[in-house]
């Protein structure tokens, strides 16, 4: 089951996040049309990384559903003009329970994916990507969010290190790096937050689950 969640879990992260170019991102609220291609850009993604053994028509049509879903999620925040962490969550916790409902679906597929490689993709993601902008919404949401690629490398290197000692070690070239940025105080307090979080979850998701 846990396999299952991860693959179709990184293929939503990937096409969500990784997928997701500014120009995607600049317009997706005001055509639908690029809205679409967001959406179909998601379910090409999730097809991909749940593809394997024992796949059948049956799949397509539920990451199908789940991509009309991730539509009309997206349509009705950019709707409301909602862009503050508790709208962000909310969106993302939907996405996540529309994942979780198709799962059960994918047991018997055996993805072409390794599970090792989709673990570690999949929190690399999520510690980037994922991280980086609930940091952004929570501390500076009404300013221009510009990627922090130096940021996305390093937070995104932490699952693949394999060792919890050079996790921290990550973690504190991380939070140096910030500081001597000497950016302004607010942008240290966000990046170090989300260090901190990718750190968490890089843990927790090795202790508890793997």
């Avoid at 096409?15 to 809205?35: E, M, R």
């Avoid at 693949?160 to 302004?184: H, Q, S």
Wanted: net charge neutral; with cysteine.
């Amino acid at each position: 089951m846990i396999e299952s969640f991860v693959h179709l879990y990184l293929g939503h992260l990937f096409g969500d996040y990784v997928l997701q170019f500014g120009w995607i991102a600049a317009n997706k609220a005001k055509s639908k049309t690029v809205l679409i291609s967001h959406v179909l850009l998601v379910y090409l993604s999730q097809i991909t990384f749940s593809l394997g053994y024992g796949y059948r028509f049956f799949h397509f049509i539920l990451i199908a559903a789940v991509g009309i879903t991730h539509y009309f999620l997206d349509s009705l925040k950019l709707s409301k003009g909602s862009n503050g962490w508790q709208w962000y969550l909310l969106d993302q916790f939907f996405h996540l329970i529309t994942v979780l409902v198709i799962t059960p679906f994918f047991t018997d597929v055996h993805f072409f994916v390794p599970e090792d490689i989709a673990e570690k993709l999949m929190i690399t993601i999520f510690n980037a990507y994922f991280l980086s902008f609930l940091g952004y919404f929570i501390f500076r949401k009404d300013e221009p969010y510009n990627r922090d690629w130096p940021g996305y490398i390093i937070r995104g290197a932490f699952p693949w290190t394999g060792n919890i000692f050079y996790v921290a070690v990550l973690f504190g070239i991380e939070i140096l790096r910030n500081f001597l940025k000497r950016n302004e105080r607010g942008i240290i307090i966000e990046n170090t937050f989300v260090a901190g979080l990718a750190f968490l979850t890089t843990i927790l998701w090795e202790v508890l689950v793997c």
